[in-house]
């Protein structure tokens, strides 16, 4: 099947009438996905793309039994967003918003996993589930259905990614952009759990960076998996200290190095790409 | 956002964490009735600045003032000192260690503890160092300093100050978006007081519209990093040569790796994001031409980006800066045969993926 969204998803929009929210629901429902729903606090009563709009996330979920949600607010009330979003009862939200101060998600995330919510992001592309639904930003054309699963702390490596895999006819289940925020929703584990519990994913992708531990971490866990994991590193040649465009991708303390994490996974016996492109060569020579 | 140790400092006295006396100068005059026995040191916002003759120690106004002629005006880093702080010397008769981090695997706050401080923390063995996470949600309780004080194995009147101290740096943690407060040493004196002996605060950038107070401080960016700063663009110089374009951090970190796996070296980048204004294009050019790169590579994977409008930003700035710089383009995206034309007309070397334009690249760098 897939991970997190599948034919069973009904999708909210939280800021739908923004430029943003707006474009993106054409090219969720465009990609299959059943968008029933859109939030904008006084835009009540409105459509987007013949979606009805409701004040507030209660409403929309009373009226159109939505169970999933994703967040297009600004930074700023993003938080509020999200939180009003679990109270709603959604199962799964994916937060597309950049630049949420990180104080406001090591609040968030503890609240929403304590209420048995799955949060994606934020800072992220969102999920696509190749064929059947999507729920964020992530182009619609570059995916194939099939039996890859991909993770990512990337966004428009991702596409170059997905792109080539696409190009090479190795079709994806789901492609998760989980952030590039140094407190995220779902971290490298967490995804690759769901994708080891999937039985229609024959393998992962993961796309790491600088900074953080999460690939070391992914790597330990990749051993004690049955399928296999590839995996690309971004930052080999990022200086320390220096933010590489992602609050989360920095290098501090010697800690968060490429080096790092490249050898954690040869340690752990997954093989890393060193070009994004290089990624569908790996997958075919271990079949 | 960094401070100055100095404003660090400030901020510690608001929250009532004890901070030794000190004055500012940014002239040695500047200096009328500073603590003595002091210590002069720069300010600077990056490391090894005792290693680089940025800390002197005086005992009168002359001798401070002296010191202040010496470091002001000294570069540190890439960084010229403006302004000294002269701090009351210190008895010191313990060195602790204190800090408040964010543990990203944990999603939560992490108060660090140590009784052994004063050196890098990385070199505190794990059995001498208190670790303790702090579930956001409910804060520092009380029973967790307790246990703190217990587990110090410091005299008892110390390590209630230094629970204390704990305390009020997560209020400060927590209600200044801080991402790192690192006291180093925290200093136990002769007379039994703890204060913060070193301060060190980092804030979280994307906070800033909560802190408007902070939005003036200096920052270690490079002049044209400031100014792209000023523009809402990513732009971060580094040692190479080549200048690189591209949207997204993770495509822009990838394209630096790909251009050094052959063989040469970035320069400056500048991540575009998810704009195709050709406005925002040209603006991207002009700084990154500022930078003078030997060669530069445009790398766009846009899904919605629209390739012909990028094309028509860089042509619009190519012409208007007349320059000779000859410029490597990889754009995929809506109307993306439309884009190739434009760069092709304008004289630019149109590719079609990473790998081929990472190398072509490097060969233009190498033929000029």
Same mark, same amino acid.
């Given at each position: 099947?897939?991970?997190?969204?599948?034919?069973?998803?009904?999708?909210?929009?939280?800021g739908?009438?923004?430029?943003q929210?707006?474009?993106?629901?054409?090219?969720?429902?465009?990609?299959?996905?059943?968008?029933?729903?859109g939030?904008?606090?006084?835009?009540?009563?409105?459509?987007?793309?013949?979606?009805?709009?409701?004040?507030?996330c209660?409403?929309?979920?009373?009226?159109?039994g939505?169970?999933?949600?994703?967040?297009?607010?600004?930074?700023?009330?993003?938080?509020?967003?999200?939180?009003?979003?679990?109270?709603?009862?959604?199962?799964?939200?994916?937060?597309?918003?950049?630049?949420?101060?990180?104080?406001?998600?090591?609040d968030?995330?503890? *609240?929403?996993?304590?209420?048995?919510v799955?949060?994606?992001?934020?800072?992220?592309?969102?999920?696509a589930?190749? !064929?059947?639904?999507?729920?964020?930003?992530?182009?619609?054309?570059i995916?194939?259905?099939?039996?890859?699963?991909?993770?990512?702390?990337?966004?428009?490596?991702? *596409?170059?990614?997905?792109?080539?895999?696409?190009?090479?006819g190795l079709?994806?289940?789901?492609?998760v952009g989980?952030?590039?925020?140094?407190?995220?929703g779902?971290?490298?584990?967490?995804?690759?759990?769901?994708?080891?519990?999937?039985?229609?994913?024959?393998?992962?992708?993961?796309?790491?960076?600088?900074?953080?531990?999460?690939?070391?971490e992914?790597?330990?866990?990749?051993?004690?998996?049955?399928?296999?994991?590839?995996? *690309?590193?971004?930052?080999?040649?990022?200086?320390?200290?220096?933010?590489?465009?992602h609050?989360?991708?920095?290098?501090?303390?010697?800690?968060?190095?490429?080096?790092?994490?490249?050898?954690?996974?040869?340690?752990? !016996?997954?093989?890393?790409?060193?070009y994004?492109?290089?990624?569908?060569?790996?997958?075919?020579d271990?079949? | 956002?960094?401070?100055?140790?100095?404003?660090?400092?400030?901020?510690?006295?608001?929250?009532?964490?004890?901070?030794?006396?000190?004055?500012?100068?940014?002239?040695?005059?500047?200096?009328?009735e500073?603590?003595?026995?002091?210590?002069?040191?720069a300010?600077?916002?990056?490391?090894?600045?005792?290693?680089?003759?940025g800390?002197?120690?005086?005992?009168?106004v002359?001798q401070?003032?002296?010191?202040?002629?010496?470091?002001?005006?000294?570069?540190?880093g890439?960084?010229?000192?403006?302004?000294?702080y002269a701090?009351?010397?210190?008895?010191?008769?313990?060195?602790?260690?204190?800090?408040?981090?964010?543990?990203?695997?944990?999603?939560?706050?992490?108060?660090?503890v140590?009784?052994?401080?004063?050196? =890098?923390?990385?070199?505190?063995?794990?059995?001498?160092?208190?670790?303790?996470?702090?579930?956001?949600?409910?804060?520092?309780?009380?029973?967790?300093?307790?246990?703190?004080?217990?587990?110090?194995?410091?005299?008892?009147?110390?390590?209630?100050?230094?629970?204390?101290?704990?305390?009020?740096?997560?209020?400060?943690?927590?209600? =200044?978006?801080a =991402?790192?407060?690192?006291?180093?040493?925290?200093?136990?004196?002769?007379?039994?007081?703890?204060?913060?002996?070193?301060?060190k605060?980092?804030?979280?950038?994307?906070?800033?519209?909560?802190?408007?107070?902070?939005?003036?401080?200096?920052?270690?960016?490079?002049?044209?990093?400031?100014?792209?700063?000023?523009?809402?663009i990513?732009?971060?110089?580094?040692?190479?040569?080549?200048?690189?374009?591209?949207?997204?951090?993770?495509?822009?970190?990838?394209?630096?790796?790909?251009?050094?796996?052959?063989?040469?070296?970035?320069?400056?980048?500048?991540?575009?994001?998810?704009?195709?204004?050709?406005?925002?294009?040209?603006?991207?050019?002009?700084?990154?031409?500022k930078?003078?790169?030997?060669?530069?590579?445009?790398?766009?994977?846009g899904?919605?980006?629209?390739?012909?409008?990028?094309?028509?930003?860089? =042509?619009?700035?190519?012409?208007?800066?007349?320059?000779?710089?000859?410029?490597?383009?990889?754009i995929?995206?809506?109307?993306?045969?439309?884009?190739?034309?434009?760069?092709?007309?304008?004289?630019?070397?149109?590719?079609?993926?990473?790998?081929?334009?990472?190398?072509?690249?490097?060969?233009?760098?190498?033929?000029?």
């Open positions: 099947m897939s991970v997190l969204l599948d034919a069973s998803t009904r999708l909210m929009v939280q739908i009438t923004g430029h929210g707006q474009f993106h629901t054409r090219a969720m429902l465009d990609f299959g996905t059943k968008v029933v729903a939030v904008t606090p006084g835009k009540g009563g409105t459509d987007v793309h013949a979606v009805p709009v409701f004040d507030s209660e409403e929309a979920v009373s009226a159109t939505a169970n999933a949600s994703v967040v297009f607010v600004p930074a700023p009330y993003a938080k509020d967003a999200a939180i009003e979003a679990v109270e709603s009862g959604v199962k799964l939200l994916a937060i597309i918003t950049e630049r949420i101060p990180v104080h406001d998600c090591l968030l995330m503890p *609240y929403a996993r304590a209420r048995g799955t949060v994606i992001g934020p800072n992220c592309p969102g999920i589930t190749a !064929g059947v639904a999507k729920a964020g930003i992530l182009p619609n054309h995916f194939a259905p099939g039996p890859w699963g991909v993770i990512s702390r990337s966004g428009t490596l991702t *596409y170059e990614i997905v792109d080539a895999m696409t190009r090479a079709g994806q289940t789901t492609c989980i952030g590039g925020d140094p407190i995220n779902t971290n490298m584990v967490e995804a690759l759990s769901l994708f080891e519990r999937d039985p229609e994913t024959k393998g992962v992708v993961l796309v790491g960076e600088i900074g953080g531990t999460s690939e070391e992914a790597a330990r866990f990749a051993r004690t998996m049955s399928k296999p994991v590839f995996a *690309y590193v971004a930052g080999r040649t990022a200086p320390p200290g220096k933010r590489m465009g609050a989360g991708a920095i290098i501090q303390r010697g800690m968060g190095t490429a080096e790092s994490k490249v050898k954690a996974f040869a340690d752990a !016996g997954v093989p890393v790409a060193r994004p492109r290089e990624i569908p060569d790996l997958i075919r271990s079949q | 956002m960094k401070f100055y140790e100095y404003k660090a400092h400030d901020i510690f006295r608001r929250y009532g964490i004890p901070v030794p006396h000190g004055v500012l100068a940014a002239k040695p005059e500047d200096f009328v500073p603590p003595l026995p002091c210590a002069v040191k300010q600077v916002l990056v490391g090894g600045r005792g290693k680089a003759g800390i002197r120690f005086a005992k009168t002359e401070a003032r002296d010191a202040a002629r010496a470091i002001l005006g000294m570069t540190i890439s960084y010229t000192v403006k302004l000294v701090q009351e010397r210190l008895e010191i008769a313990q060195e602790l260690y204190l800090s408040l981090t964010i543990d990203r695997s944990a999603r939560a706050p992490l108060l660090l140590s009784a052994r401080g004063g050196i =890098e923390i990385e070199s505190v063995p794990e059995d001498k160092l208190l670790r303790i996470r702090i579930p956001p949600l409910v804060g520092l309780q009380p029973f967790v300093l307790r246990a703190l004080e217990k587990r110090l194995a410091l005299p008892k009147d110390v390590a209630a100050q230094v629970s204390d101290i704990a305390r009020r740096a997560y209020d400060l943690f927590k209600g =200044e978006d =991402e790192l407060v690192e006291i180093n040493p925290l200093a136990v004196l002769k007379d039994g007081r703890v204060v913060a002996g070193d301060a605060l980092v804030v979280d950038d994307n906070a800033e519209y909560r802190h408007p107070e902070y939005a003036e401080l200096d920052q270690d960016r490079t002049p044209l990093e400031e100014e792209a700063h000023d523009k809402g990513t732009f971060i110089q580094l040692d190479g040569d080549i200048g690189v374009i591209a949207n997204g951090a993770g495509l822009t970190m990838a394209t630096l790796d790909v251009l050094s796996l052959k063989g040469g070296r970035g320069g400056a980048f500048l991540d575009l994001g998810g704009t195709d204004d050709p406005e925002k294009v040209k603006q991207a050019f002009e700084i990154l031409l930078a003078e790169p030997s060669v530069i590579f445009l790398n766009i994977f899904g919605i980006t629209k390739a012909d409008t990028v094309a028509i930003g860089a =042509e619009e700035a190519l012409k208007a800066f007349g320059t000779k710089v000859p410029v490597v383009a990889r995929k995206g809506v109307n993306e045969q439309r884009a190739k034309e434009i760069l092709a007309d304008a004289g630019m070397h149109s590719v079609e993926d990473l790998e081929d334009g990472a190398e072509l690249a490097v060969k233009l760098r190498g033929a000029r």
